[in-house]
Each structure stands twice: as C-alpha cells, then as structure tokens.
C-alpha cells in the first residue's frame, strides 16, 4: 500500500495562506532591515492581525487551540522567508501561560530552553530580547516571569534576538514543576525543525536557479554533471526533515508521548513524541546546513557577498541549529531516548 504524505486540504489551505503573507510581508528587505536584533515588530503587528500568535494557545483560553501539525506546516512558511519575528517561541510559551495579553499578541512571549542558574538567570533565551514574558525553569518550578525586554542582543550568526533574561527580578508567576518544560522544549524542536526545513527548502531552489542563470563556457553551470549531482541529492535530505517534523507533530496530536509510543528498534519503529522531536531536529539542522552550504558554494564568489540573500540563509541554517545547545549533546539524548541511559547499558 503506499503512504500518501499530502498535506489535508485544511493544511493547504493554512500553507498557501501563510506561504502568501509572509512572501508578501517578509521580503528580503524586511530581513535584511531588522537585522542585526533579529525582529521586526511591523511584521509581529501584522501576524497580531491574522491572530497568529495565539494559533498554539488552548481554545478555552482564546486561542485557536492548533493542532501541531498545522503549526507545523505555518513554521515551515516562516523559515522559508526567514521572518524575524519569535513566533515559534512565543506559540511554546503561550501553551504554558495562555494568558490573554499572549494569546492576542500583545505581549511576546519566549520560552528559556535551560534552567536558571544559580544566580536566577536563564541564558540566551530565545527571543529574549524582545519578549515581555519568559517562561523557564528556576529552583525547581516552571515559572513566567514579566519584565521589561532588553531589545538588544548579542551578536550572533544567525541574527536571532537572543538574551539573558532573570528568573527572579520582575513579576513571576508559579505555572507548575519543573518537569513541565520537557515537552515544551519537544515542541519547540519540531517547530524549529519545520523552520528548518523551510530554510533548506529555499536554499536548494536558490541553488537551482542561479545555477540555471549562470552561464561559463556558454552553457549554463546547471548542465555540468559535478554541479548537479551535488544538488540531486538536497531533495531526499529536505523532504526527510519535512516527514520527521510531521511525524512528530501526528505524534503528539495522537497523544503519542510519556510512553505511550512505540520504540522498537529491531523493527525500526519508533512513534513515542520525544525521540521524534529529536530526530526531526537534527535531521532538519543538517539538511538546511548541506542545503545551504551547496547552494552559497555554487553562487560561486557571489555566495559569500553580503549582497547576495544566500548568506542570510547560510547564517541562520547554523544559527538556529545550535540555539538549543551542541547538536552532539543532542544526539546523545536521543541515544539515551531510544537505546535507554548509557550508564544503563555499560557492561552488557
């Protein structure tokens, strides 16, 4: 039998809705303008208009109460323009505090993917420079605190808005244990997982096209066999971060987490939401990382311009990757996900 991997009709519609707005809304030259902060609050004002920011948010709070797979395909919109503005940050946040000034946007929420440390500050949160509210770990509780945003951040590759917020200074609100965060911090890779897939997805047709416009020896570069064979493969690599961070997402729409998954390694079935979310992350990162590290090399000197848009993509293919931590820490999580602790197994 084989397996249809089309989007519903509902998903369509939300990718052609959202594809539009920001290839409308978020050219190039919105991107290039909000860097080097990372955001852009006229296009953050726009989303407030569609009620975007509180599509993940429980409908009983307001919300649009999204499935994670519609969100899923609207991060994958966002990545392919590379919009700045901290949306996927703010849809995690909003699942834990869906207070209304959240859920409509008027706020911007970010989400801290570390505990505090022992000083009460959670480091390089994810658009923490711009959020009114940060929901994070400190001393054993999951917390939303609300102070002011710095609307500065340090430099970084992929001009994301990052920064140290405190865990302790401004009003702070109990939301439960610390426990909690894990499968926020799941969500937030298959949503960046998704954006990531966007990135990969636009860097390979910028590939292509400009291999198809270039011309050497009186012939398009597109036609020498080198060039295409290193492009021939960037498909595969996309659309397998694209069935991940689907997977994931019908995962956790199925309730498919805290074990009630499958993990079967001798067959090579795994459905459980965690290892997924991991998988889907780091085969993202490193298809929009091949797929933009082929398609700047084959614009040939150009690539490397500031010009040129590739290097936007370049960037933030590496810099939204890591925001997380050490993809190889991440691997060994999945290992110990899917395999059990390696203290576990030593000696067997």
Same mark, same amino acid.
């Given at each position: 039998m084989?397996?249809?991997?089309?989007l519903?009709?509902?998903?369509?519609?939300?990718?052609? &809705?959202?594809?539009?707005?920001?290839?409308?809304?978020?050219? =190039?030259?919105?991107?290039?303008?909000?860097?080097?902060?990372?955001?852009?609050?006229?296009?953050?004002?726009?989303?407030?208009?569609?009620?975007?920011?509180?599509?993940a948010?429980?409908?009983?709070? $307001?919300?649009?109460?999204?499935?994670? $797979? &519609?969100?899923?395909?609207?991060? %994958?919109?966002?990545?392919?323009a590379?919009?700045?503005?901290?949306?996927? %940050?703010?849809?995690?946040?909003?699942?834990?505090?869906?207070a209304p000034?959240?859920?409509?946007? %008027?706020?911007?929420?970010?989400?801290?993917?570390?505990?505090?440390?022992?000083?009460? &500050?959670?480091?390089?949160?994810?658009?923490?420079?711009?959020?009114?509210?940060?929901?994070?770990?400190?001393?054993?509780?999951?917390?939303?605190?609300?102070?002011?945003?710095?609307?500065?951040a340090?430099?970084?590759?992929?001009s994301? *808005?990052?920064?140290?917020?405190?865990?302790?200074?401004?009003?702070? =609100?109990?939301?439960?244990?610390?426990?909690? /965060?894990?499968?926020?911090?799941?969500?937030?890779? =298959?949503?960046?997982?998704?954006?990531?897939?966007?990135?990969?997805?636009?860097?390979?047709?910028?590939?292509?096209?400009?291999?198809?416009?270039?011309?050497?020896?009186?012939? *398009?570069?597109?036609?020498?066999?080198?060039?295409?064979?290193?492009?021939?493969?960037?498909?595969?690599? =996309?659309?397998?971060?694209?069935?991940?961070?689907?997977?994931?997402?019908?995962?956790?729409?199925?309730?498919?987490?805290?074990?009630? $998954?499958?993990?079967?390694m001798?067959?090579?079935?795994?459905?459980?939401?965690? *290892?997924?979310?991991?998988?889907?992350?780091?085969?993202?990162?490193?298809?929009?990382?091949?797929? &933009?590290?082929?398609?700047?090399?084959?614009? $040939?000197?150009?690539?490397?311009? /500031?010009e040129?848009?590739?290097?936007?993509?370049?960037?933030?293919?590496?810099?939204?990757?890591?925001?997380?931590?050490?993809?190889?820490?991440?691997?060994?999580?999945?290992?110990?996900?899917?395999?059990?602790?390696?203290?576990? /197994?030593?000696?067997?």
């Open positions: 084989a397996l249809d991997f089309s519903s009709a509902d998903q369509e519609a939300i990718a052609n &809705t959202f594809g539009a707005f920001f290839a409308r809304e978020s050219p =190039v030259d919105v991107v290039r303008e909000a860097e080097p902060l990372g955001h852009s609050p006229e296009l953050w004002a726009k989303l407030r208009s569609l009620e975007a920011p509180g599509m948010a429980p409908d009983q709070a $307001g919300g649009a109460g999204a499935s994670l $797979g &519609t969100l899923v395909v609207v991060a %994958e919109a966002l990545g392919e590379i919009a700045p503005v901290p949306l996927i %940050e703010h849809w995690v946040a909003s699942r834990a505090c869906p000034e959240i859920v409509s946007g %008027e706020q911007v929420a970010a989400i801290a993917l570390r505990p505090a440390n022992v000083d009460g &500050t959670w480091r390089l949160v994810p658009g923490g420079a711009v959020a009114d509210v940060v929901v994070g770990v400190d001393r054993g509780e999951l917390v939303a605190v609300h102070s002011p945003p710095p609307m500065a340090p430099s970084n590759h992929g994301a *808005p990052l920064a140290d917020r405190s865990a302790r200074e401004g009003e702070r =609100v109990v939301l439960g244990e610390a426990s909690e /965060l894990d499968p926020l911090l799941d969500l937030w890779r =298959v949503l960046t997982a998704a954006a990531l897939v966007g990135i990969a997805e636009r860097a390979m047709c910028m590939g292509v096209d400009y291999v198809l416009e270039r011309h050497q020896f009186g012939r *398009p570069i597109g036609s020498f066999q080198a060039i295409q064979h290193g492009l021939a493969d960037l498909p595969a690599l =996309v659309d397998g971060g694209r069935f991940l961070a689907h997977k994931a997402a019908w995962a956790f729409d199925e309730r498919l987490v805290d074990g009630a $998954g499958v993990i079967d001798g067959e090579g079935n795994v459905t459980e939401f965690a *290892p997924l979310a991991a998988m889907a992350m780091l085969h993202a990162a490193d298809a929009a990382a091949v797929s &933009t590290d082929r398609s700047l090399h084959y614009h $040939g000197g150009y690539g490397f311009s /500031l040129y848009d590739i290097q936007l993509y370049f960037r933030r293919a590496r810099g939204w990757a890591n925001i997380g931590g050490d993809p190889s820490g991440e691997r060994r999580r999945l290992a110990d996900l899917l395999w059990g602790p390696a203290e576990a /197994l030593a000696g067997r």
